[in-house]
């Protein structure tokens, strides 16, 4: 039975072309049934428009996060749409992350905030140093020597005092005639200047 709305945008989204879906998707003002519309229809890239919408309505972004896959579920965390328990990273990191190589970027994005938070030191992104370690160890090979990956877990707010230490102290690659290679005495050195800001912040908590 079809769901009877009072918005007219809403009531007539199954008449709507794809392409006017979407607009309203993007739309920040689209009225919150037509939100929950959209989050219930079929057509995926409407519903990727609005997962990244910033005025979603809690109750669209909870439908959204209901649908299987990770795709809606990593933009809903980039955005700070979905607000997870600190348990709760773990387990959804483990359940649809982990391990998986086509969603490495957006498992970035979900743990460490949208691209645009990527130097923002004050970003909303929660990911416990627990999560945040766990990720470290399980990224593939060739991230572990990119210094844009690896800045992105020395810029994270909650990034440990061990995992700078790490970082601070990884040796370089081997070199290899094909391949571009980053350098990483810039990025040594962001750790070592993080090691000195968690030394401070954790000595000051304990007076």
Do not use: G
């Given at each position: 039975m079809k769901t009877v709305y009072t918005s007219p945008y809403a009531n007539n989204l199954d008449k709507m072309l794809n392409s006017e879906k979407v607009?309203?998707?993007?739309?920040?003002?689209?009225?919150?049934?037509?939100?929950?519309?959209?989050?219930?229809?079929?057509?995926?890239?409407?519903?990727?428009?609005?997962?990244?919408?910033?005025?979603?309505?809690?109750?669209?972004?909870?439908e959204l996060w209901s649908k299987r896959g990770y795709v809606l579920k990593s933009q809903l965390l980039a955005q700070g749409r979905i607000k997870?328990?600190?348990?709760?990273?773990?387990?959804?990191?483990?359940?649809?992350?982990?391990?998986?190589r086509r969603s490495h970027w957006r498992m970035m994005q979900a743990f460490f905030g949208g691209y645009y938070w990527y130097r923002n030191d004050n970003c909303?992104?929660?990911?416990?140093?627990?999560v945040i370690e766990e990720i470290y160890g399980d990224l593939p090979e060739d991230e572990r020597t990119r210094s844009y990956?690896?800045?992105?877990?020395?810029?994270?707010?909650?990034?440990?005092?061990?995992?700078?230490?790490?970082?601070?102290t990884m040796p370089d690659p081997p070199k290899h005639p094909h391949r571009y290679h980053h350098n990483l005495d810039d990025l040594r050195q962001k750790a070592l200047l993080k090691v000195a800001e968690i030394t401070k912040r954790e000595g000051v908590d304990s007076r």
């Open positions: 607009a309203l998707a993007k739309n920040r003002f689209t009225d919150d049934e037509t939100q929950m519309a959209i989050a219930k229809d079929w057509y995926k890239l409407a519903q990727t428009y609005l997962a990244s919408n910033p005025n979603i309505t809690e109750e669209a972004a909870k997870l328990k600190k348990k709760e990273y773990a387990e959804v990191y483990r359940k649809y992350f982990k391990h998986n909303s992104n929660n990911t416990p140093a627990e990956t690896l800045e992105r877990f020395i810029n994270h707010k909650n990034c440990s005092l061990n995992l700078a230490l790490r970082i601070s």
